[in-house]
């Protein structure tokens, strides 16, 4: 499922701010957000062991917040983990999807600021490949 969707509630499992957008489709963040983005920060390479551990974790919190659906994003190497643990639990997994929008600010006759803002337009649905 892609595009715009009403959830009842969609906990955010990533380290990004929610946009005005998400919130609108009832994302909301975690209770303990600082929990969460210890959780998705690696500060070596992280073992098949470590990724699963933290994929586990993360897929318990939001067991244990009642949501049915997340937002996950981050570390490409996590994801699969994290959306086999979380699916394992009924809670459905999807990503953002935004546009990149670049504006340019004339700063001064020869001086030009170039800004790339992200907007937010969906949700992608996060699957695992069937082999």
Known sequence: MSGKREFDMML??????????QQNENVVEPLDKKYICNLLTFDEIPSVEKLQEVAIELAEYASA??????????AVYLMPYLIFEL?????DAYYSFSKR??????????????????????????????C
């Open 101 to 130: 929008v670049s504006e340019d600010f004339v700063q001064d006759s020869d001086t030009v600021i170039k800004r790339v803002v992200f907007r937010h337009c969906g949700f992608i649905k996060a699957t695992l490949p069937r």
């Open 12 to 21: 955010n499992l990533t380290q990004h701010v929610l946009t005005m957008e």
């Open 65 to 74: 917040q009642g949501t049915d659906s997340v937002l996950i994003g981050g």
């Open 87 to 91: 699916n394992k639990r009924g809670i």
